[in-house]
């Protein structure tokens, strides 16, 4: 039976890191709402069918944060596993980076398809709290 089984979910995101000059990032700040824990995770989402890890990242930075993204440059994917909404996630996650400084302005927060808002923040290298997603990213 089912009882009690994780459910799992398999997927391909695409993460966006905006790279600040002293070396921080910019992560949304999420809250499960069934785990009540809270992580930090660059923006980005699900590569969908058909597209290209670049063209996810593209439309979904344009999607969450309204900007239309110019030079990233991708540093290749990371396989790993997280928790999130009670389930278990085993994700490619493929990074890419930009310089935040050509950027004039960037939000304080992202809007998800689903309207949920998340604020966003510069996080440090050195922070550990909360845990970053994917782990170890940099």
Excluded at 62 to 88: C, N, P
Excluded at 96 to 110: C, E, G, I, W
Aim: proline letters at 7%; charged letters at 25%.
């Amino acid at each position: 039976s089912a009882k009690g089984r994780v459910e799992e979910e398999i997927r391909d995101a695409a993460l966006c890191v905006f790279l600040r000059d002293d070396g921080c990032f910019l992560v949304a700040e999420l809250h499960d709402p069934v785990g009540g824990f809270v992580l930090h995770r660059p923006p980005g989402g699900g590569v969908e069918a058909g597209e290209s890890p670049e063209q996810a990242i593209r439309r979904e930075i344009l999607e969450e944060l309204d900007i239309a993204l110019k030079g990233i440059h991708s540093l290749g994917f990371m396989d790993h596993v997280w928790m999130w909404r009670g389930r278990v996630v085993r994700e490619r996650a493929w990074i890419f980076t930009v310089p935040a400084s050509d950027y004039a302005a960037l939000p304080a927060q992202l809007v998800e398809a689903n309207g949920t808002r998340a604020p966003l923040l510069w996080r440090s290298r050195v922070e550990t709290d909360p845990a970053l997603c994917p782990a170890g990213l940099i």
